[in-house]
Every structure is written in C-alpha cells, then in structure tokens.
C-alpha cells in the first residue's frame, strides 16, 4: 500500500489504484492524545480516543511506502502531523526490543516502509538541522526501512509531492 498523508489539502490529482491512499489530515478530527496507555493496556492496539485517527494508524501500519507532507515549526512536524503521529501509538506495543544497538517499542503488525517526507515552509538552515535529526530518530519507531526528506517552499508543494508519487509508478 502507498500512503500519502498530508496536513494541508494539496491541489493535484493521485494516481487512482487501490494502492494509493491520500488522506487529508486537515480535513479530520484527531484530537490530542491523552498519554492513557489505553492502547497497550486497556485496548491492546486500539485507542480508546473514537475519532478520525482510528482508520489512519492502521492504513500507516499497514503502507510500505509512505509519504507525510507537513509544515515545519521549530525545526518539528507542524501540529496536525504531529497530534496524528502521537495518536499512532496503539501500532506498537508496550513492549521493549533491540534495534539497530538500540532500545526501541516492538511494532504490532507494522510493514517496513519507503518514506519521503516534505517538509514545507519558511525553514531556517538551524530548523532543518534539528528535523532532520527528529526524523532520523523515528525513523526507527516508525520502521522506515529507507527515509528522504526534502524541502520546499509552500510554493514548490504541489510539484514536489507529485514527483514523489510518480515515483510509486516505476517501483
């Protein structure tokens, strides 16, 4: 599955196969997750928030390739990608394993993934350091086999994330 996941509308057209999936964050209700541990203890792998975020963690867990879309601020995911991420916490479980040297959650049916992710926006030199450092180190939580993030313009948004899709189509 390819999963295009975006926190602002994006004005162009996904190529339409039962593997592509674009969602629309903005467009959502996904309330903040309240830090409850429902979703490991209470309701392994559900959370017990019943809003818009429970049909999206699953379509993440399940992608191999994955594209987010999100403006950064302060060198972080801009709040609508981040209140998603967070609320994708019920695809892994409580439990602790060795990765790559290092202590990481085990995934609850997770596929590795391909990602790419755009960031957009006014972004410092300093900003961009500091994100890419951030997604260097969930890369491994959120098993991207492979990462790429690139930056754009708001401008250059809509061309940049259609390049990326095309890319789908040759692999």
Wanted: charged share 25%; net charge neutral.
């Amino acid at each position: 599955m390819n999963l295009l996941l975006s926190d602002t509308p994006l004005q162009f057209e996904l190529p339409e196969r039962p593997e592509n999936q674009y969602i629309d964050l903005s467009a959502l209700k996904i309330a903040n997750c309240i830090g409850c541990f429902g979703c490991w203890v209470k309701t392994p792998g559900k959370c017990v928030i019943r809003d818009d975020a429970t049909s999206i963690y699953p379509a993440i867990a399940k992608s191999e390739r994955l594209i987010y879309v999100s403006r950064v601020k302060f060198g972080c995911y801009d709040t609508v990608m981040k209140t998603m991420l967070e609320r994708a916490i019920p695809i892994q479980q409580a439990f602790i394993r060795i990765y790559h040297g290092e202590t990481h959650h085990v995934q609850r049916n997770v596929k590795e993934k391909d990602a790419v992710i755009i960031a957009y926006g006014e972004i410092s030199r300093e900003e961009q350091q500091v994100f890419l450092r951030l997604v260097e180190r969930n890369a491994y939580n959120m098993l991207f086999r492979s990462y790429r993030v690139l930056f754009a313009a708001e401008y250059e948004l809509a061309p940049t994330v259609k390049q990326e899709v095309g890319l789908w189509d040759a692999l």
